[in-house]
């Protein structure tokens, strides 16, 4: 069951007011901490709703439908669209069971965070090891971009923020203070990777609904040979957001404001910069 966090504490109501007992966690009030035994308890309620063992189960309770696993927070956001941000424990084929962090509030709910590269930390490897069972924490972490990929069925989101920047163009090095957000998505269509610049990867958009394309990648050239992973601008333009600046498996990230050229690049000298990835 859930794990005690020092919030004021609140009961949920409402149909699914039973769903495992629990504790409020310590990232931010309201957040709530399952454990795997709450899955079997939502396809409980539901089929106490239905009068039956539902076919759409997706706990992998015993029943004689044919079951299978949440595999993502989009998964279980489906299931019941009321349950908080939070932990949650994953069942992926071919990538085990861990626990993950699962944004259920934001640009429709069902996010998975597949990577974090929080502010004051250089070049980062990545932290999660083969054997590990949780994707969550306060320091770096980066999925392996297979398992990316297999949970990016729909969407990719990249929220990254600059507080200290390169604030004039190259060869006249200077650094400074900045403020920098951007929130940029990609389709599902790209393909993720840490070594390369997948396909499609370049597409990336102001919007989730994928309507407004970021304005750094409007125009038809190739990207520089060091953009890997998600890059939302070609070589002619500082880019916003890169997820991956060399070719390995680190969170190596940029971000930047293409209108002033502002950017930083952690790892360089005087930079910050940090940086989410969701995948839905």
């Known amino acids: 069951m859930g794990r005690m966090r020092p919030c004021a504490p609140s009961v949920r109501s409402g149909p699914s007011a039973f769903v495992a007992a629990f504790w409020l966690t310590t990232i931010g009030c309201g ?6 035994r709450d899955a079997s ?13 539902a076919a759409s189960d997706v706990s992998g309770d015993a029943g004689p439908d044919a079951d299978v696993p949440f595999v993502s927070c989009a998964t279980l956001h489906t299931d019941d669209p009321s349950l908080g941000d939070g932990e949650y424990t994953l069942s992926v084929p071919g990538h085990g069971t861990f626990r993950a962090e699962c944004d259920m509030s934001t640009d429709g709910g069902g ?13 980062a490897g990545d932290t999660w090891r083969l054997g590990s069972t949780s994707y969550v924490g306060d320091g770096v ?7 990316v990929r297999a ?22 090095y200077t650094s400074g203070p900045c403020s920098v957000m951007r929130t940029v998505y ?6 993720f990777d840490t070594l390369s610049l997948g396909a499609h990867c370049t597409e990336s958009f102001d919007d989730v609904a994928l309507t407004v394309p970021t304005p750094s990648n409007t125009t038809p050239e190739l990207p520089c ?24 498996d680190t969170f190596d990230i940029c971000v930047g404001d293409p209108a002033t050229i502002e950017h930083a690049c952690p790892g360089r000298a005087s930079e910050d910069g940090s940086l989410d990835l969701w995948v839905r």
């Open 186 to 191: 990609w389709p599902g269509t790209c393909a």
């Open 141 to 147: 972490l980066m999925m392996p971009p297979a398992l």
């Open 225 to 248: 040979s060091w953009h890997y992973g998600l890059v939302d601008a070609d070589c002619a333009a500082i880019s916003a957001i890169i997820t991956h600046h060399a070719p390995a």
């Open 111 to 123: 996010w998975t965070l597949a990577g974090r590269h929080p502010s004051g930390v250089g070049f």
């Open 31 to 36: 957040r709530v901490d399952y454990d795997a």
């Open 41 to 53: 308890q939502l396809d409980a309620r539901r089929d106490s709703a239905t009068g039956s063992d």
């Open 151 to 172: 949970l990016a069925a729909d969407r990719y989101r990249v929220r990254g923020i600059a507080t200290f920047c390169e604030i004039t163009p190259a060869p006249a």
